[in-house]
C-alpha cells in the first residue's frame, strides 16, 4: 500500500499513547517512542490552555534532554468543563461522576502539540480545540461504560475512539483532536519544517 507521507527526518514521539503512535504509523511517518515521565499537575491558577500547552513543551523538553539533535513531538490533552480541567479519574466512583457532570452538557477538548529541536533553538506549540457535546444518559448507563474499564485511563473518563463513542451527540471541530492529535494542524508544523513531503 502506498504511503501518503514520506519522513525526510525521523521524529521522536515523546508519548506513550497508543493512539498517537496509530496515527503516526498509519500516515506512514518514520518514528521511534521515548515516553517522557513528567508530573501532570495543574499549578494553582493557571487556566486550562496554559496548562496544556506547559505539559506539552515540558514532555518535549525531557525527551531533548538526551536527543538535541532531534525533532521531537509531544501531545497533552485536557478535558475541559465550565472551566474546569478534567483529568483522569481516581477510581471506577470518581469516573461515574465525571461523566455524570459531562452527561446532557458539552465540554471542550484541547489538545496541545509542541515540535521542539533544541539545537536548532525551534520550539512551536499548537493548540486545537474541540466541542464535545454528550446526551443525557443516565446514571446506569454511565456505569455500565464505567465497567468496561475503557474510562479508567482517560482525560474526562471516556475515549472518543472506543467505546465511549456512544456517549457523544456531535461534535464541533477536530475529530483526531479528540483523540489526542489534531492531525491537520500536526501535519502542516512537520511540513512547514520540511520533515515529511507527500
Not at 7 to 34: N, Q
Not at 78 to 103: I, N, T
Not at 116 to 143: I, P, Q, R, Y
Request: aromatic share 8%.
Amino acid at each position: 500500500m502506498a504511503q501518503i507521507f514520506t519522513s525526510l527526518k525521523e521524529i521522536i514521539l515523546a508519548s506513550g499513547s497508543p493512539r498517537r503512535r496509530a496515527y503516526l504509523e498509519d500516515l506512514g511517518l518514520s518514528f521511534r517512542v521515548s515516553s517522557a515521565d513528567i508530573e501532570e499537575k495543574l499549578h494553582p491558577g493557571e487556566a486550562s490552555l496554559a496548562y496544556v500547552e506547559r505539559l506539552a513543551q515540558e514532555k518535549a523538553r525531557v525527551v531533548a534532554d538526551e536527543n538535541s539533535k532531534n525533532w521531537i513531538v509531544a501531545a497533552d490533552t485536557v478535558v475541559c468543563f465550565e472551566e474546569m480541567v478534567l483529568e483522569k479519574p481516581d477510581d471506577e466512583q470518581h469516573a461515574l461522576e465525571m461523566l455524570m457532570r459531562l452527561s446532557g452538557k458539552d465540554h471542550l477538548v484541547k489538545t496541545a502539540v509542541c515540535l521542539l529541536n533544541k539545537s536548532l533553538s525551534v520550539c512551536e506549540v499548537v493548540t486545537v480545540t474541540t466541542h464535545v457535546f454528550f446526551w443525557d444518559f443516565s446514571e446506569d448507563v454511565a456505569w455500565a461504560y464505567v465497567q468496561s474499564g475503557e474510562p479508567l485511563d482517560k482525560a474526562g473518563s471516556y475515549g472518543i475512539q472506543g467505546k465511549g463513542a456512544f456517549l457523544v451527540r456531535e461534535i464541533h471541530g477536530s475529530y483526531s483532536n479528540v483523540v489526542g492529535l489534531p492531525l491537520c494542524e500536526f501535519l502542516e508544523m512537520l511540513i512547514r519544517h520540511e520533515l515529511i513531503t507527500s
